[in-house]
């Protein structure tokens, strides 16, 4: 069974750096074609995509963030960790960690999509 | 890379059908059969619904099915229930290996 659990603080201060991790189980990133992806969504506005990593430590960034967002993992203590530089009002949302689209089962990663996401964690971003 | 383009609203009477459109580009949904719905539901997650433009997941019910012709891509739901209001976000692979959300599409029974 795969979960996914995102932690970080809910209030950050203008300018301040955003660190979110997201735990999770049921899948490890060492294997061939896992990734774990970061959504966001402001409230009462639509998703939007952040980042993905991959199990070969091969990382995509939304090209709009790209110069304020970075994504590592940690396959031993199986998390993802999402930074992001230069918080703003307009970053106040829900962070949504996700794993990428694919069959634990039978390995194959051949498709491009979130199958389990996380709960989300509204992060606030004031003064 | 600009988000897909989503009606704002579509209703419907239970037991019918509607159709969501989603409008992208040659470098997302017209280049890629990698186009995904999720149902979103206030205060939960999102829930895969369709993958690759036109698989269900198990579990999923098959009154939800999905197409794409050109650039658009198309979520329909058939015999329209109650349980079926929700936000709908419509997500495509990308020519850069990005993703990208739609607008999103807010739909009422």
């Known amino acids: 069974q795969i979960t996914l659990k995102e932690s970080g603080p809910t209030l950050v201060k203008p300018t301040q750096t955003l660190t979110l991790t997201c735990t999770f189980s049921g899948f490890s990133l060492s294997t061939s074609g896992v990734g774990v992806g970061w959504i966001r969504q402001p409230p009462g506005k639509a998703l939007e995509w952040l980042a993905l990593i991959y199990w070969d430590d091969d990382k995509r960034y939304s090209p709009s963030l790209k110069s304020r967002v970075t994504i590592t993992k940690d396959t031993s203590k199986n998390q993802v960790v999402l930074t992001m530089t230069n918080m703003d009002p307009v970053d106040t949302a829900t962070y949504y960690c996700?794993?990428?689209?694919?069959?634990?089962?039978?390995?194959?990663?051949?498709?491009?999509?979130?199958?389990?996401w996380g709960q989300g964690t509204l992060v606030t971003v004031s003064s | 890379q600009s988000a897909l383009t989503q009606p704002a609203s579509v209703s419907g009477s239970p037991g019918q059908s509607i159709t969501i459109s989603c409008t992208g580009t040659?470098?997302?949904?017209?280049?890629?059969?990698?186009v995904s719905w999720y149902q979103q539901h206030p205060g939960k997650a999102p829930k895969l619904m369709i993958y690759d433009v036109s698989k269900r997941p198990s579990g999923v019910s098959n009154r939800f099915s999905g197409s794409k012709s050109g650039n658009t891509a198309s979520l329909t739901i058939s015999g329209l229930q109650a349980e079926d209001e929700a936000d709908y976000y419509c997500s495509s692979y990308t020519s850069s290996s990005t993703f990208v959300f739609g607008t999103g599409t807010k739909v009422t029974v």
């Open positions: 040659s470098s997302d949904v017209g280049g890629y059969n990698f």
């Open positions: 996700a794993h990428r689209l694919g069959d634990i089962l039978t390995g194959y990663y051949g498709s491009f999509g979130f199958d389990y």
